[in-house]
């Protein structure tokens, strides 16, 4: 049974940082592409970022492009999302994602899903 099990959410304030940690089981994860999404209230998911199988490739949404670095762990299972400066329209659940195919910034892709974990960024 593949879990995917988000931490490292919680209210922060604007300028500051967090980082995600999603731990992995019940799958190979290193032929797995890894991604995280985010939704916040009222809104679809979007993509965040994503890591190819070997860690070579990395995708970044616009928004968070110089702000969060995605990384990951095949030794330990885990896939890791560092965020900083955080803003206030960060804000949302953030889920972690797998894919068995090729790294993609499309949602509709990724087999695997976790439960999420929250962001919230004060002003």
């Known amino acids: 049974q593949v879990q995917l099990v988000e931490s490292g959410g919680g209210l922060v304030q604007a300028g500051g940082s967090l980082r995600l940690s999603c731990a992995a089981s019940?799958?190979?994860?290193?032929?797995?592409?890894m991604g995280w999404f985010r939704q916040a209230p009222g809104k679809q998911r979007e993509f965040v970022a994503a890591?190819?199988?070997?860690?070579?490739?990395?995708y970044y949404a616009d928004s968070v492009k110089g702000r969060f670095t995605i990384s990951r762990d095949d030794i330990k299972k885990m896939v890791y999302l560092q965020m900083n400066s955080l803003k206030p329209e960060d804000t949302a659940v953030y889920y972690c994602?797998?894919?068995?195919?090729?790294?993609?910034?499309?949602?509709?892709?990724?087999?695997?899903w976790g439960q999420g974990t929250q962001v919230t960024v004060s002003s």
């Open positions: 994602a797998a894919d068995r195919g090729t790294v993609s910034t499309f949602s509709q892709t990724y087999d695997y």
């Open positions: 890591i190819s199988r070997s860690g070579g490739s990395t």
């Open positions: 019940g799958l190979t994860f290193s032929t797995y592409a």
